[in-house]
T-cell receptor, first 111, second 114 residues
Framework: NAGVTQTPKFQVLKTGQSMTLQCAQD?????MYWYRQDPGMGLRLIYY???????DKGEVPNGYNVSRLNKREFSLRLESAAPSQTSVYFC??????????FGPGTRLLVL | GDSVTQMEGPVTLSEEAFLTINCTYT??????LFWYVQYPGEGLQLLLK?????DKGSNKGFEATYRKETTSFHLEKGSVQVSDSAVYFC?????????????FGKGTLLTVNP
């Protein structure tokens, strides 16, 4: 039981490049979430998916898109990366009535 | 909207010292409250939670009591260890069911020296 896994662990991009951050969970959870963590800002919600087939914006969705591919997988896409998107990205999942479980994070540097 | 305010860090203590990290919240309803811990290079782990007023959450020697009258959920530990060095986040849940979301404080870095 791996829990929540994220790939890649670390990525360097140039401004304007695109990439997709992958997240998968093997706990049969209904809901999945993407956060970004910046120094002194705590975690801020980018997008979430309450259940397979649905996605909703969080606090800071601009510049991102998401896809809930199936119940297990929830990807985050940066179409045209900007230096302001340099951050640590965390994926989380949750079963109704329980708390969120977090992945180990992806460190993204945009030059 | 909902918000969480926790004490600014960093906090540096000697081993076996008493720890308090303050957390207050603003919410329109009756949220559940959480403390998460993040060890270096890792994701967040749930440390403890409380779901209603006057509940006390506890785990690994840490405690926090949900105080509705002061809208607070302060984290305490009687005797910290070097292994407690981490970033601690206070959080509240917003909504229930499928609209469940967490709102986090900015985090407090704790360093415990031997």
């Amino acid at each position: 039981n791996a829990g929540v896994t994220q790939t890649p662990k670390f990525q360097v991009l140039k401004t304007g490049q695109s990439m997709t951050l992958q997240c998968a969970q093997d706990m049969n959870h209904n809901s999945m979430y993407w956060y970004r963590q910046d120094p002194g800002m705590g975690l801020r919600l980018i997008y979430y998916s309450a259940s397979e087939g649905t996605t909703d914006k969080g606090e800071v969705p601009n510049g991102y898109n998401v896809s809930r591919l199936n119940k297990r997988e929830f990807s985050l896409r940066l179409e045209s990366a900007a230096p302001s998107q340099t951050s640590v990205y965390f994926c989380a999942s949750r079963m109704i009535g329980e708390t969120q479980y977090f992945g180990p994070g992806t460190r993204l540097l945009v030059l | 909207g909902d918000s969480v305010t926790q004490m600014e860090g960093p906090v540096t203590l000697s081993e076996e010292a008493f720890l308090t990290i303050n957390c207050t919240y603003t919410a329109t309803g009756y949220p559940s409250l959480f403390w998460y811990v993040q060890y270096p290079g890792e994701g967040l782990q749930l440390l403890l939670k409380a779901t209603k007023a006057d509940d006390k959450g506890s785990n690994k020697g840490f405690e926090a009591t949900y105080r509705k009258e002061t809208t607070s959920f302060h984290l305490e530990k009687g005797s910290v260890q070097v292994s407690d060095s981490a970033v601690y986040f206070c959080a509240l849940s917003d909504g229930g069911g499928s609209n469940y979301k967490l709102t986090f404080g900015k985090g407090t870095l704790l360093t415990v020296n031997p």
